[in-house]
């Protein structure tokens, strides 16, 4: 069976700081990988996504980057957090041809 | 731009009665549509789906219901029991497109 992880659970980071989440996958090859955001009334905000190593897919401007290094390793970063990245960040997969996603634990960012 | 809309920020239901929660969407492009069920501070989890070439799919409790020509779903739990209280994403995709409404807070009363 197939199972994600995301790391880590909550994170308190000073305005200016870098930013590093991470998330994998396991049980399956070549999945698609997410990165999402769920913001107060808005939802579940699609970040980036991406079919493959290397190949990312940024859905808004940001002061966020994602990339993929390994097939099923997701991470999401940021060179200088602002206060407004804070928030709730969900991880998620899906198979290749695949129409449900299946997201992580979720990761707590507080940019003080 | 909001292509999946969730009109009810709330519902309050008692338990043992039917809990029915609204979805509209106005992408036509998508065909795949999914109920994802969250408790705080985890991930959300996938709870059920239906293609567009369904109307109805039914698992245990919950029955998802697609309306296209109006371009509505809904999600329908009975009987609703205090551990269905959870926020509900209704999700709508299409290729790799897919949209999330913004929730609804379901409250199942003992």
């Known amino acids: 069976s197939q199972t994600i992880h995301q790391w880590p659970a909550t994170l308190v980071q000073p305005v200016g700081s870098p930013l590093s989440l991470e998330c994998t996958v396991e049980?399956?090859?070549?999945?698609?990988l997410y990165w999402y955001r769920q913001a107060a009334g808005r939802g579940l905000q699609l970040l980036f996504y991406?079919?493959?190593?290397?190949?990312i897919s940024s859905e808004v401007p940001q002061n966020l980057s994602a990339s993929r290094p390994q097939d099923r390793q997701f991470i999401l970063s940021s060179k200088k957090l602002l206060l407004s990245d804070s928030g709730f960040y969900l991880c998620?997969?899906?198979?290749?041809?695949?129409?449900?996603?299946?997201f992580g634990e979720g990761s707590w960012l507080t940019v003080v | 731009d909001q292509q999946v809309k969730q009109n009810s920020p709330s519902l309050s239901v008692q338990e043992g009665r039917i809990s029915i929660l609204n979805c509209d969407y106005t992408?036509?492009?998508?065909?795949?549509f999914l109920w994802y069920k969250k408790y705080p501070a985890e991930g959300p989890t996938f709870l059920i789906s239906?293609?567009?070439?369904?109307d109805k799919n039914e698992d245990g409790r919950f029955t998802v219901f697609l309306n296209k020509s109006a371009k509505h779903l809904s999600l329908h739990i009975v009987p609703s029991q205090p551990g269905d209280s959870a926020v509900y994403f209704c999700a709508a995709s299409g290729g790799n497109d897919m949209r999330f409404g913004a929730g609804t807070r379901l409250t199942v009363k003992p």
């Open positions: 991406s079919v493959g190593i290397g190949q």
């Open positions: 239906i293609s567009s070439i369904k």
């Open positions: 992408n036509s492009m998508f065909d795949y």
């Open positions: 998620a997969w899906s198979f290749t041809s695949g129409n449900t996603i299946y």
């Open positions: 049980g399956t090859s070549n999945p698609n």
